[in-house]
C-alpha cells in the first residue's frame, strides 16, 4: 500500500471546506487554528481564543459566537451589489432593501443591520404583529422602507398606518383580498392614505426545500382575478393613490438562479400592468430566497446555489429593466428582502465533544467453557478460512449474528458469549472495510460500513434548540473542528447531542458532491476539551429552536473586531443562555415552591434520621443551586460560586 500523502494546513481546508463555503472569511493559521476575518481581509480572530475569553467571562460552550463585523459586512455587500448592478445596467430606479425580521429577530442582529445600512437607507420587513411593533420603534431612518407582509388583523394595520402619520414609509402588502376591507376601513378611520402592496401568487414555481411558497396552492397571495377584485375595490374606495408595490416570494434558499429570473420577469409583468391602470406604484419587491452555498459546491442542489449575490443582483436589475422598457414603464425602485443571505454566515455555534461511544473493540479472549457452535461459525469467517468473496463474507457474518442473537433470546447463550458475538461480527466488519479501502468498485452494502462502523461523537448540545432545520428539513451546515487541524483527522464519526432523542443526531455532512455519512475528527484527548463548530446557523435557527429536554437557549457572545486589543477582538455582549428555573418558569413551575417541596422531604428524612442534619442542608444547598444554574453539561469541575474578585 502506498504511503498516506502527509496531512498539511492545505488538507484540512481542503478537508473541511472552509475555503468554498467561507469565501475569504475562514482560514486555518499554521497553529492548525481556525481563523475567522470579519471583513474577508488580513484581520482575523483565532475562534479558539473567543471561546476562551467567553468561557473565563462564564460562558462555556455551547456557545453562539455572533461575528458582529461580519453581519455588517453582508449587509454592505448586499447594497454595493445592487448598486453596481443599477450602475453597470444604466438602470433608473434605486434600490432599496429590507431585512425581513422574520429570519433573526435578536435586537443585536436588527440594531447592527439597520446600522450598517443606514447610508444606504436600508429598512424592515415584519410579518407579525411583535415583528411590526419592534420595527416601528428600531426604524427611525424617513427614507427607509418598512414592509408589512403576513396576516393581518385591524390592529396590525392601525399600527402600520400610524407609522405613516409619524412619517415612517410604512407598506401594507395585501396577502388576501379580505385585507383590503379592513386597510380602507381603518384608513379612513384614522384620516390617513396608506400604501398598499399586492402580493402576487406566482405561476413560476419555486425551488429547493420551500418551493410551495408560490404556485397555486400557496397560502399566500393574489390570484390575477383577486387583483381585479382589488383593482376595483381600491377605485370604488376612491384610494387609486394608495397602490404602490407588487411584492412576490418564491420560498427560501433558491438554489437556481434561473428560477429567480423567471419570477422577477413574471413579477414585472404584474408591476407594468398596474402601472398602466395608472396607479402610480414605483416599487417593485421580489421578496427573499437569495440563497446560502452552505455545501459550497456551487450547484443548483438543495444546500447550494449556482450564481452568486453579484449575479443575483445584476440578473435581478437586467431583467426588471427588459421587461419595464418592453411595456414602455418607467421603472421601479427595487426592494428586496433577502434574509438568510445577510444572516446565516455572522453566527458559529460552538459545541465540545464530551465523549465517544466506539463499537465493540478487540474480538479478545473466547468465553470461558465449551464454545458454542455459532461463535466457532464466527470466528472461522473472521479468520476467512472459506476464502469467500467480501460481500459474501459479510451476508454470513450477519447470519451467524443474526442466529447468535436468537439464540440468546432463547436462553441457549449466555451473556458473556452474546458479548463475544458482537465483537467477533464488528471485528469482521472493520477487516472487511480495511480490504475494501483499496478497492474501487465497492458494492453498495460494503461502502456503508464505513457509516456502520462510525463511532459516535457526543456533542454538549442540542440539535433541536441550535439545528432545528437539520432535523426538521435535513438542511446541511458546514461542520468542523476550530482546533488541531494541523493534526490528520483519523476517526471517522457522526455527532449525537445531548437530548434523550435518537434524532438528536448528526449524520449527513457537507462535501463537494453528494453528501458525506461520517466526518472525520480527531480523537478525544482526557483533560483536553474538543471544539467543535456548526457554521452558517445566523439564519432561523435562533428563534425556531425549541425546549426539548428543556435544555434552550444557549449562551451567546458578540463579538467585534478591536485592533488595538490583545488578540484582536473583544467581546460587546455576553448573554448567560437559560438557567434552569428560567426554563420551568415557561412551563408553570416556579423554582422557589420546587425547593420547598424538595426541603420538605429533606427535613422529613432529617428528622427520621435517615440524613444527618449538615448532610440535609448540603442537599438542599445543591438542589437550589441546579435550579439556578445552566442546563448543559458542565465538562470537568463543576462552576463554584465565584469567589469575589478584589480590585
Ligand atoms: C421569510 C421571508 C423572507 C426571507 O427569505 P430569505 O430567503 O431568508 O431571504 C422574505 N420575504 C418574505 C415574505 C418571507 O416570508
Not at 229 to 252: C, N, P, Q, W, Y
Amino acid at each position: 500500500m502506498s504511503k498516506q500523502p502527509a496531512w498539511t494546513i492545505k488538507s484540512a481546508e481542503d478537508y473541511y471546506g472552509f475555503k468554498r463555503w467561507g469565501g475569504s472569511h475562514f482560514s486555518v493559521d499554521p497553529r492548525g487554528d481556525l481563523r475567522v476575518h470579519p471583513m474577508g481581509d488580513d484581520r482575523s480572530v483565532k475562534i479558539v481564543d473567543i471561546v476562551r475569553e467567553a468561557s473565563s467571562m462564564g460562558l462555556r460552550p455551547p456557545l453562539t459566537i455572533r461575528v458582529q463585523d461580519l453581519l455588517r459586512r453582508r449587509v454592505i455587500q448586499l447594497n454595493e451589489a445592487f448598486l453596481r448592478a443599477i450602475k453597470g445596467e444604466g438602470y433608473e430606479g434605486r434600490y432599496r432593501g429590507v431585512f425581513p425580521v422574520k429570519v433573526n429577530q435578536l435586537r443585536e442582529v436588527v440594531e447592527e443591520i439597520l446600522d450598517a445600512g443606514e447610508p444606504f437607507g436600508f429598512g424592515l420587513e415584519a410579518g407579525s404583529k411583535p415583528e411590526l411593533l419592534i420595527a416601528m420603534a428600531l426604524l427611525e431612518q424617513p427614507d427607509a422602507l418598512l414592509v408589512c407582509n403576513g396576516y393581518k388583523d385591524e390592529e396590525f394595520i392601525q399600527l402600520a398606518l400610524m407609522g405613516r402619520k409619524l412619517g415612517k414609509q410604512t407598506i401594507i402588502v395585501v396577502e388576501q383580498v379580505s385585507e383590503l376591507d379592513a386597510i380602507i376601513r381603518t384608513a379612513r378611520r384614522m384620516g390617513v392614505t396608506p400604501h398598499i402592496g399586492i402580493r402576487v401568487k406566482l405561476a413560476t414555481a419555486g425551488e429547493g426545500k420551500w418551493a410551495e411558497s408560490t404556485g397555486e396552492n400557496a397560502k399566500f397571495g393574489l390570484t390575477p382575478s383577486e387583483i381585479m377584485a382589488a383593482v376595483e375595490k381600491l377605485r370604488k374606495a376612491r384610494m387609486t393613490d394608495a397602490l404602490r408595490l407588487v411584492h412576490f416570494h418564491i420560498g427560501s434558499q433558491v438554489p437556481n438562479i434561473a428560477t429567480i429570473k423567471k419570477a422577477v420577469v413574471e413579477a414585472a409583468r404584474y408591476y407594468c400592468e398596474l402601472a398602466k391602470m395608472g396607479f402610480p406604484m414605483g416599487l417593485l419587491d421580489v421578496g427573499g430566497g437569495l440563497g446560502i452555498d452552505y455545501d459550497g459546491s456551487r450547484s443548483a442542489y438543495e444546500s447550494s446555489m449556482n450564481y452568486s449575490m453579484e449575479v443575483y443582483a445584476r440578473d435581478v436589475v437586467a431583467h426588471v429593466k427588459q421587461v419595464c422598457a418592453a411595456a414602455g414603464v418607467a421603472c421601479p425602485d427595487i426592494v428586496s428582502e433577502s434574509g438568510r443571505a445577510l444572516v446565516a454566515p455572522h453566527s458559529i455555534l460552538i459545541f465540545e465533544a464530551v465523549d465517544r461511544i466506539a463499537r465493540d473493540g478487540d474480538a479478545g479472549k473466547p468465553p470461558r467453557g465449551k464454545s458454542h457452535q455459532v461463535i466457532r461459525e464466527l470466528e472461522a469467517i473472521l479468520a476467512n478460512k472459506g476464502k469467500l468473496d467480501p460481500l459474501e463474507r459479510y451476508h454470513d457474518a450477519r447470519e451467524k449474528r443474526d442466529e447468535a442473537h436468537s439464540r440468546f433470546t432463547l436462553g441457549y447463550l449466555t451473556l458473556e458469549q452474546r458479548a463475544y458475538v458482537d465483537r467477533l461480527f464488528w471485528q469482521i466488519c472493520r477487516d472487511l472495510r480495511a480490504r475494501m479501502a483499496r478497492e474501487h468498485d465497492v458494492p453498495d452494502e460494503l461502502a456503508r460500513l464505513d457509516s456502520l462502523l462510525a463511532e459516535q461523537y457526543v456533542c454538549n448540545f442540542s440539535v433541536f434548540q441550535s439545528l432545528l432545520d437539520h432535523w426538521a428539513l435535513d438542511q446541511l451546515f458546514p461542520i468542523a473542528p476550530i482546533h488541531r487541524l494541523g493534526e490528520r483527522p483519523t476517526v471517522q464519526a457522526t455527532l449525537v447531542d445531548i437530548t434523550c432523542d435518537s434524532d438528536g443526531k448528526v449524520d449527513d455532512f457537507i462535501d463537494l458532491e453528494d453528501v458525506r455519512r461520517t466526518l472525520a475528527l480527531h480523537p478525544l484527548r482526557e483533560g483536553q476539551p474538543y471544539y467543535i463548530g456548526a457554521f452558517m446557523v445566523g439564519a432561523y435557527q435562533d428563534i425556531m429552536g425549541d425546549l426539548h429536554n428543556l435544555f434552550g437557549r444557549v449562551n451567546e457572545a458578540h463579538v467585534f473586531l478591536e485592533d488595538d486589543a490583545e488578540d484582536g477582538f473583544y467581546i460587546e455582549e455576553a448573554i448567560p443562555g437559560y438557567t434552569v428555573d428560567r426554563i420551568l418558569g415557561m412551563i408553570q413551575y416556579n423554582a422557589e415552591d420546587l425547593c420547598r417541596m424538595l426541603k420538605r422531604q429533606v427535613d422529613r428524612a432529617t428528622r427520621a434520621d435517615s440524613v444527618k442534619p449538615r448532610e440535609g442542608v448540603a442537599m438542599v444547598d445543591l438542589y437550589e443551586r441546579l435550579i439556578r444554574g445552566g442546563t448543559y453539561l458542565i465538562n470537568g469541575e463543576p462552576e463554584r460560586p465565584r469567589s469575589r474578585r478584589r480590585r
